[in-house]
Structures are given as structure tokens and as C-alpha cells.
């Protein structure tokens, strides 16, 4: 069993900043990657920010605002959030492809999401 659980979303205005956490727990053998994806209204899940050894990449709108890291001894990843704009809201999903004690297998988890409202 793997579980992910995010906090720290929120309601802030525009301009704000918030940061987000996930931390993983359960069997878990390695971690490959983690990463952050959102979903808002009536659109597709898209990738926000991943970071795997060390390397991160970003969406494209979410750069020099964004900031990806994870703390390995904790299974954690966090995603600074800053310069949020209306167009980030959305429900921001945890990532994990890792691989457990039970199954050498790779797999893909998810967390179960948390709202990040920004108001203009």
C-alpha cells in the first residue's frame, strides 16, 4: 500500500504565493520521480513541475514562478508557489512513479488532490 497526501492549498489573491506538500508512505522501495499536476474546470490534467535525480522541468507557464523539491529522507516533494495568477486555480495532484517492496514493478500513484483557488 502507497499513499500520497497533499496539503496546503488554499484561497489566496493574485500576486500571493502558496506552497504545497506531498508526502509519501507505505511499502515504498524507490522513488524515481515525483511531480505536481492541476486540473481546472473543464480541462485536462496537465503537468506543472517533476523532479527526478535532482532534475526538474516545468510547464512552460509556470516558470520562474514555480519552484519544485523534494526531500529524499522524507519522501516528500514541495511546489512553491509564487506571482500565483487566476489562471493557476485548479486542483493540484501529487505524483509518484516509484516502486514498492512488495512489486519490483515501477508504478504510477496519485494523491487525491487539493484546491488552490487564486481570486483576481
Known amino acids: 500500500q502507497v499513499q500520497l497526501v497533499e496539503s496546503g492549498g488554499g484561497l489566496v489573491q493574485a500576486g500571493g504565493s502558496l506552497r504545497l506538500s506531498c508526502a509519501a508512505s507505505?511499502?515504498?522501495?524507490?522513488?524515481?520521480?515525483m511531480g505536481w499536476y492541476r486540473q481546472a474546470p473543464g480541462k485536462q490534467r496537465e503537468l506543472v513541475a517533476r523532479?527526478?535525480?535532482?532534475?526538474?522541468n516545468y510547464a512552460d507557464s509556470v516558470k520562474d514562478r514555480f519552484t519544485i523539491s523534494r526531500d529524499n529522507a522524507k519522501n516528500t516533494v514541495y511546489l512553491q508557489m509564487n506571482s500565483l495568477k487566476p489562471e493557476d486555480t485548479g486542483v493540484y495532484y501529487c505524483?509518484?512513479?516509484?516502486?514498492?517492496?512488495?512489486?519490483?514493478?515501477?508504478?504510477?500513484?496519485w494523491g487525491q488532490g487539493t484546491q488552490v483557488t487564486v481570486s483576481s
Open positions: 505524483n509518484a512513479d516509484l516502486s514498492t517492496l512488495i512489486s519490483s514493478a515501477r508504478g504510477n500513484y
Open positions: 507505505g511499502n515504498i522501495f524507490r522513488i524515481y520521480a
Open positions: 523532479i527526478s535525480d535532482g532534475r526538474t
